[in-house]
């Protein structure tokens, strides 16, 4: 069976319109997730049993649920108890930021662990506090150590947010869909999705890579 290129070719705008949704609720998703992560992954390490427990909750709930799962839940469940439609595209952010932010809280409690508890000593010793010792001498050695696993996360969710079609927000894959509800061609135009999606991900991939070149630590 041939390829129909000349549909492929006409489709590739609306598919790369898909793309930069993609890209944008990825980067949302993980820019509030590492907001969230840095305070869970914080809290997972905190003396207070009471507050470390409710971190490993979160944590545990939100990494035993499937993402698809969780978009059900706020874009379906969260009305009912609201009283008020959620908006597709914010549903999907706050679905896949609360998902990222589990993640993102597993890869700082590593990496501040990974840090020498000389280092929080050496910074008490100083005068500084525990948060102050935690901003300017654990957290910069830290975020070093965890750029590799934080690419990772970027490209998981990148592909995970293909999930946000089931409730109708036109991402990448949705537009594929209806691409293909109109055309039936759906190997010309999932092969074309999956060559984004390809170009996206090793995109990321090179530039975690030249990242973690610069900041590279030595042992």
Known sequence: MDFDWELINNSIPLLLTGAGITVEITALSVFFGFC???????????KLRLIRYA?????DFIRGTPLLVQIFLVYFALPAVIGSRVDPFLAAIAACSINSGAYVAEIIRAG???????????????????????????????????????????????????LVSVIGFEELTRRGQLIIARTYASMEIWAAVAIIYLIMTLTISRLVAYLERRYRTTK
């Open 36 to 46: 969230i992560g840095i305070f869970v992954g914080v809290a997972r390490l905190a």
């Open 112 to 162: 501040i662990q990974s840090i020498d508890k000389g280092q929080m000593e050496a910074g008490r010793s100083l005068g500084l506090s525990w948060g102050q010792t935690m901003r300017y001498i654990v957290m910069p050695q830290a975020f070093k150590r965890i750029i590799p696993p934080l690419g990772n996360e970027f490209i998981a969710m990148l592909k995970d947010s293909s």
């Open 55 to 59: 971190a490993a909750v979160y944590v």
